[in-house]
């Protein structure tokens, strides 16, 4: 499956932003899916993840309650709406498929998809 991220960009301390990440090549509904963010010099971190039919979700910690995962597989579209922007939330921001358990690991992801910039401006 190839991922493509968009809809990054420049936003408010405060503000809102929708990302989405469209899929193609293969059956998206089959997979779960992710979305994780590496700010510069830091590691790739998990954000959300969502099951295959959008019936279950997980949320870091940092984001529980301002950040919602959702997708649309007749779209073969999954999204990120992200509420209450903060400064430290400045990142690129990538989308990947879910190959194993632990949804909260990077290396259980594969077909990376090129991220989207998000920056969050104090």
């Known amino acids: 499956v190839q991922l493509q991220a968009f809809g990054g960009g420049l936003v408010q301390a405060g503000g809102s932003l929708r990302l989405s990440c469209s899929a193609s090549?293969?059956?998206?509904?089959?997979?779960?899916m992710g979305w994780f963010c590496q700010a510069p010099g830091k590691e790739r971190e998990f954000v959300a993840s969502?099951?295959?039919?959008?019936?279950?979700?997980l949320y870091a910690d940092s984001v529980k309650g301002r950040f919602t995962i959702s997708r649309d597989n007749a779209k073969n579209t999954v999204y990120l709406q992200m509420n209450s922007l903060k400064p430290e939330g400045t990142a690129v921001y990538y989308c990947?498929?879910?190959?194993?358990?632990?949804?909260?690991?990077?290396?259980?992801?594969?077909?990376w998809g090129q991220g989207t910039e998000l920056t969050v401006s104090s």
């Open positions: 969502i099951s295959w039919g959008g019936g279950s979700t």
């Open positions: 090549g293969r059956t998206f509904s089959d997979d779960a």
């Open positions: 990947a498929r879910k190959k194993q358990e632990r949804p909260d690991l990077a290396i259980n992801y594969d077909s």
